[in-house]
C-alpha cells in the first residue's frame, strides 16, 4: 500500500528555518517523482517544487527560489525539503506527491500525503 507521510512542520518566526520530510512507504521511492505542494486557506493548491526520479533534477516556482532546496534519500525512502528565510505568504499546509514524472499541476499526481501545517509568524 503506498503511503506518504509528511513531518517537520510547525511555527517558525520570518527569517527562519524548517526542514520537512516526506516518508515514502509500499513502494520504491527511486522510481518515481516527489512533489512539493502548499495550499494557503482560500487559496488553490500550489506546486512548490519537484525531484525526479533517476537524475535528481529539481525544480522550483520562482517565488521560493534561492530559499528552498528539496533532496531525496533513496536509502531512506524519504524526501526533504529544507526551507530558509522563510516568510508569511510561505505559511499553508505543505502536501508531497508523486508520480511518474515532475508537474507543477496537482491534478497530475496519484498519491498524497496528509499534509504539515506551516506556520510562519511573530
Known amino acids: 500500500q503506498v503511503q506518504l507521510v509528511e513531518s517537520g512542520g510547525g511555527l517558525v518566526q520570518p527569517g527562519g528555518s524548517l526542514r520537512l520530510s516526506c516518508a515514502a512507504s509500499?513502494?520504491?521511492?527511486?522510481?518515481?517523482?516527489i512533489g512539493w505542494f502548499r495550499q494557503a486557506p482560500g487559496k488553490e493548491r500550489e506546486g512548490v517544487s519537484c525531484i525526479s526520479s533517476s537524475d535528481g533534477i529539481t525544480y522550483y516556482i520562482d517565488s521560493v527560489k534561492g530559499r528552498f532546496t528539496i533532496s531525496r534519500d533513496n536509502a531512506k525512502n524519504t524526501v526533504y525539503l529544507q526551507m530558509n528565510s522563510l516568510k508569511p505568504e510561505d505559511t499553508a499546509v505543505y502536501y508531497c506527491?508523486?508520480?511518474?514524472?515532475?508537474?507543477?499541476?496537482?491534478?497530475?499526481?496519484?498519491?498524497w500525503g496528509q499534509g504539515t501545517q506551516v506556520t510562519v509568524s511573530s
Open positions: 509500499g513502494f520504491p521511492l527511486h522510481y518515481y517523482v
Open positions: 506527491a508523486t508520480d511518474f514524472r515532475c508537474s507543477p499541476y496537482a491534478e497530475e499526481y496519484t498519491y
